[in-house]
């Protein structure tokens, strides 16, 4: 994985809320990095790449369709996702 | 891979995908990363491998067999339907290497990267293959 690709990927997880858990963190065969977290009736997911196109969110609702954004441009909306679903603990 | 060899493999087939043991949850699904295909710029088939359940059979192994030559204390095994993967979007081709028997690829159609959120839908609809350490 390119550093580039991890500097994407520590300035989102910067941007998250302080009370933010500690994600179950995953790299997968196509050298993406992944954190995930599983919160209630929340999921969130991001994920970054070599190739900024596959940086995204996923973010779910009672484990129905994930629904799924590009991360760049989109850190501001990571934040106040995690800051709603913090707040429904 | 053509199509048509996608054909051969039946809908009613096991496709297993070996994952590590750390990256299944507490409520048993896998970490969505485990359904990534492999890097494309590291010299490998750029696609998920998996093993038909069909091959393993008629060889006389099981899926145990299978996730002891992987190493039963670092990697488990998941399951999906032929036909659960392909409504998902995904083909399926048999691809036999040396490795174990029964080895194939899975790749989205028209052989695109599979996104996040797809990843996150194999996860959900993998299930655990029972009786494995």
Avoid at chain 1, 35 to 59: K, L, P
Avoid at chain 2, 11 to 29: L, N
Wanted: glycine letters at 6%; aromatic letters at 8%.
């Amino acid at each position: 994985m390119r550093l580039d690709a991890l500097v994407r990927f520590a300035r989102a997880c910067a941007e998250l809320p302080f009370r933010t858990p500690k994600p179950r963190f995953n790299v997968g065969d196509d050298a993406t990095i992944g954190a995930e977290w599983d919160i209630g009736r929340y999921h969130v997911e991001i994920q970054v790449g070599n190739d900024i196109s596959v940086d995204s969110i996923v973010f779910e609702v009672d484990k129905g369709d994930p629904d799924e954004i590009p991360l760049a441009g989109n850190v501001p909306f990571l934040t106040e996702i995690m800051s709603i679903v913090l707040k429904s603990r | 891979m053509p199509n048509d060899v996608a054909a051969e493999v039946p809908d009613d087939c096991t496709v297993f995908r070996v994952v590590k043991k750390a990256d299944i949850k507490p409520d048993g699904t896998p970490e969505s990363g485990c359904f990534a295909d492999k890097a494309a710029d590291d010299g490998s088939s750029n696609y998920m491998s998996v093993y038909f359940s069909d091959e393993i059979e008629d060889a006389k192994l099981s899926v145990r067999d299978l996730q002891e030559k992987w190493g039963s204390d670092i990697y488990t095994v998941v399951a999906f339907h032929v036909a659960v993967l392909r409504a998902e979007g995904e083909r399926l081709w048999r691809d036999p290497n040396d490795d174990f028997v029964g080895h194939g690829a899975c790749k989205r159609l028209g052989d695109s990267t599979r996104t996040r959120s797809q990843k996150r839908r194999l996860a959900k609809l993998s299930k655990p293959v029972p009786g494995l350490d």
